[in-house]
């Protein structure tokens, strides 16, 4: 077998150059276009080599699962089918990781709960899935709209997950994140999130790579497991598990296991710094009030401290780039001169700012807001009025709006 | 840095992934012991020392090195046999040099024969048997090492080398990166090279057994 660097230079069936995916991303000229997330994630599928996409419709991530199946017709992806339910989607991935395949999928909302199981079954098994989960609502009554709370239940799975605010971070993440996934001491799925609606339809201009690179085809040769071999754990553990056995040597067995696991996410630490430039990006850390987000609350965050800043107040921003895993030691550093943390949310329990409270020394200086939920949209105003509020000064409630 | 150190233990009811405890893996060109990043020189020279001051230096190779599955596996197991056949021309009289296969990773039930192979799953009932105090895997794919080393610090005092085809091993004592024929053949050299150097631990109380 050839393995893949050996490809590099080589043409695909398609015509496309396998390239050394470092000079694709940051060598390469890129071109700027116009382009929904939906469609920006179609482009960045274009570019993967990826061989196996398993979809199913839930909103928002239904118009990009349709147009992964375009780029299955012009013959980009190797095979592409519909499961016969999220549940049924996610396994299937497993399956087809099993077998040595580079595989993507993109879910929402109560499809990524009702998957749930198969996440930390991805993890365990060492498999280097990629899913796009478009956040949304999860909770009765039923609700489409952007919402970041199921990336809370994503957290303690064993994958890896990064939080996008842009299209851009989008494509560049989708393409970068194989190579942090399929690293050898890594090996892990990833969740690329990123807030529904707001990145994925909504158009913003981002800048391509040329659709005639792809990304070198993903080793299997390389897993830290065997890639399908029945008669040996992960895939024997189905039928002869050694945690059916009752002693102390299978507990022990999977405990070490289990913190295998947790192993690959704090290697992945330092090939996701290479790739995505740190797991965080800042502006003026000596400020003394700090805004720290992820996903597009980063966006209202840096609407908010130009706003402040007309009216004379210096804020800095921390922008959480990757959740898992978790920037402890940057998110300390960043905010070690802030008197005020503020954590803008788009979801109703504030996990970011409970990972945040549970990070920094003198927790009290978290503030854990402004947060919306359930589709609102959350204006950089509240932003600025919350912190105006824990400063002391004098706000105009923004209650009345619409009215 | 870390402060933590991966050392031969036995170290805890369940001792922790070392990764999680600040451990980093060598970069290409390097190697660690005992968790610090140290030149692949300094480790070839370490592994040879441990190999000739234990009573029963052990090899494990793993199903990637057993199966000549590609010609770049059948030329690793030669050099696997090499580097034992001059461990067994290299130690002294007491000291036992063994080669123990990893066939595969199920768990082996009712009862492994521990003196015919080592499992990943409870790889420790292996060392304590044969009462091994340094050995060193080779061919085991790396989730099922790191499972097995985890399990050796664990409950045995027994010293771990690990020789990985990829990225290294941080719960190992000492681990190489990039194995390859020619790294197996340089550390066989080490060993020749220190030959008579080194005294062996035959009357040392250290053994791999915890109990």
Known sequence: MADNKSLIGTKNKKGQTFTDTWTMMNDAPRTPSFYTGSEVIKEALRRASCDVMIAYPITPQSEAAALIGELFAEGYIGDYFRGESEFAVMSQCAGAAFGGARVFTTTAGPGTMRAMENFPMWSGARLPIQMIVTCRGINSPLSIQPDTLEIAYLLNTGMLVWHAETAQDFFDWILKGYMVSEEPDVHLPLALCCDGFFVTHTKDVVNLTPADMCLPPYDPYRSPVPCMDMECPPVRMMRDPFVM?????SYATHASWQQEIWAAVERSRKHTIKWINGLIDTENIDADIMIVASGTAVSQGREAIRLLEDEG????????????????????EATKNAKHIFVPEFNVT?????EIKATVPNHHRVHAGPRVCGGMTMPPEIIVQEIKTVLGMKTVSLAGRGS | MSQYR?????????PPAAASMGIRLPNPGEAHINGVIVSEEKAYEEAAKQFLMAKVPTLFPGPLVLWAWNE??????????????????????GQKPMLIP????????????????????????TIWHNKIDCCMFIGVHCHQANLSLKIIRGGTSCYTIAMCAQAGHEDAMLSFRDASVEKIMTLADWVRKLKGTVQPRLTSAKSGASN
């Not at chain 1, 056995?245 to 040597?249: D, H, L, P, R, V």
């Not at chain 1, 107040?313 to 940057?330: A, D, H, N, T, Y």
């Not at chain 2, 066939?103 to 024969?113: E, G, H, L, Q």
């Open chain 2, 6 to 14: 991966v050392l031969p233990g036995p170290e805890h009811f369940l």
């Open chain 1, 350 to 354: 504030g996990w970011l700012a409970k």
């Open chain 1, 313 to 332: 107040i210096r804020c800095g921003l921390v922008k959480v780039k990757s959740l898992r895993p978790w920037p402890e030691e940057e998110i300390r």
């Open chain 2, 72 to 93: 770049k596996a059948a030329k690793k197991a030669t050099a696997i046999r090499h580097l034992y056949n001059t461990l067994k021309e290299c130690v002294q009289p």
């Open chain 2, 102 to 125: 990893m066939p595969d990773y199920r768990p082996k039930y009712p009862k492994i024969n521990p003196e015919v192979e080592i499992n990943p799953n409870h790889p420790n009932l």
């Open chain 1, 245 to 249: 056995k009752s002693n102390y040597i």
